[in-house]
T-cell receptor, first 111, second 116 residues
Framework: DAKTTQPTSMDCAEGRAANLPCNHSTISGNEYVYWYRQIHSQGPQYIIH???NNETNEMASLIITEDRKSSTLILPHATLRDTAVYYC????????????FGQGTILTVHP | EPEVTQTPSHQVTQMGQEVILRCVPI?????FYWYRQILGQKVEFLVSFYNNEISEKSEIFDDQFSVERPDGSNFTLKIRSTKLEDSAMYFC??????????????FGEGSRLTVL
C-alpha cells in the first residue's frame, strides 16, 4: 500500500463541514483511496472509497485531486458523534482487503 | 443492518494458555480477516482468509496463531501459548469481495484479550 500522510489532529464546530486532508503522493494506478474511522476503541468503520472520481454517499464526500496525489474527506455537517480517528488508506492490487492503517487524524467536534 | 459479531468481548487469560476468539462474519461474505490493535497503537493486519485457506498473512501471524472456519458461519482465531505482548483488541472483518475496490471491510466490535 502507498504511504499516506494525515494531520495528527483537527477540530471542527458542530454543524460545520469537516474537511480532512490526506496526501498519498506515491499512490499507484490500481490503488483506491479508502477512508475509515474508529470511534473510541470500537472496530473501524468504513466511510467511503474512490479511485479517480469524486464520490459521495450518505456519510461523506471524497474529493480526489486530478493527479491522485491527495484527497479530502468532507463530513458536510459534523456532529458530536463524528468525533473519532479518521484513517486514509491507499490500497488495491492483489492485497485483497489487507489495509495498512496509519495513525490517522483525531477529529474533535466541539459543541 | 447485517453486522460482524465477535465473542467474547473481553477475555482474561494466564500467560502460556491458549485462547480462541470467535467471529461470525456477515452471511454472504466470502473474505475474512483478523486485525489487532495494541492499546494506543495502530490497527495491524494479521491474516486474510478465502476459500477455506489463508490468502495472506503478516509477519505477526507466526506459528503461534491459526485461523479456522469450522462451519459455515464461524471464523476463529486461535492463539497458542499466549504472551504478555499478545494483549490487544482483536478485530474480525469480512467483505463480499464484489464490486470495484475490495477494501470495503465490515469490522466487528472487537475482542479484548488481556494476558496476565
Amino acid at each position: 500500500d502507498a504511504k499516506t500522510t494525515q494531520p495528527t489532529s483537527m477540530d471542527c464546530a458542530e454543524g460545520r463541514a469537516a474537511n480532512l486532508p490526506c496526501n498519498h503522493s506515491t499512490i499507484s494506478g490500481n490503488e483506491y483511496v479508502y477512508w475509515y474511522r474508529q470511534i473510541h476503541s470500537q472496530g473501524p468503520q468504513y466511510i467511503i472509497h474512490g479511485l479517480k472520481n469524486n464520490e459521495t454517499n450518505e456519510m461523506a464526500s471524497l474529493i480526489i485531486t486530478e493527479d491522485r496525489k491527495s484527497s479530502t474527506l468532507i463530513l458536510p455537517h459534523a456532529t458530536l458523534r463524528d468525533t473519532a480517528v479518521y484513517y486514509c488508506i491507499a490500497s488495491g492490487g492483489t492485497s485483497y482487503g489487507k489495509l495498512t492503517f496509519g495513525q490517522g487524524t483525531i477529529l474533535t467536534v466541539h459543541p | 443492518e447485517p453486522e460482524v459479531t465477535q465473542t467474547p468481548s473481553h477475555q482474561v487469560t494466564q500467560m502460556g494458555q491458549e485462547v480462541i476468539l470467535r467471529c461470525v462474519p456477515i452471511s454472504n461474505h466470502l473474505y475474512f480477516y483478523w486485525y489487532r490493535q495494541i492499546l494506543g497503537q495502530k490497527v495491524e493486519f494479521l491474516v486474510s482468509f478465502y476459500n477455506n485457506e489463508i490468502s495472506e498473512k503478516s509477519e505477526i501471524f507466526d506459528d503461534q496463531f491459526s485461523v479456522e472456519r469450522p462451519d459455515g458461519s464461524n471464523f476463529t482465531l486461535k492463539i497458542r501459548s499466549t504472551k504478555l505482548e499478545d494483549s490487544a483488541m482483536y478485530f474480525c472483518a469480512s467483505t463480499s469481495g464484489e464490486g470495484a475496490g475490495t477494501g470495503e471491510l465490515f469490522f466487528g466490535e472487537g475482542s479484548r484479550l488481556t494476558v496476565l
